[in-house]
């Protein structure tokens, strides 16, 4: 199993309701982030997941240039985020004190 089908079955695992076109935006993430290329498929699935939901389906970057800080953005988004991944089907959510990813570069 090459590294693409690796991550894309660790993201079939974490959300299984994620629709393809978002699974494979979300795969392409874990692929060219310097930091996920080299995490584990599982682990590098997550964050991905965690980072494109941010980006794309909350207000984040709207928070981040009105001038919120990270912090203060991703707590305003949190339950957004949380309700996210929960229609994907995820049963792991991102909680207030959880501080990863820390990439928070535009999405591609």
Known sequence: MNRREAVAA???????????FETEAVIDRALASPGLRNARPETGAWLALV???RHVFTEYDAL?????DRDSAR?????????ALAEWGARRRVSDEETAPDDDSEMP
């Open 10 to 20: 660790a993201l079939a695992h974490l959300a299984p309701r994620l629709p393809e």
């Open 75 to 83: 707590h305003f988004v949190l339950d957004d985020l949380n309700a």
């Open 64 to 68: 981040l240039d009105e001038g919120y």
């Open 51 to 53: 980072t494109y939901a």
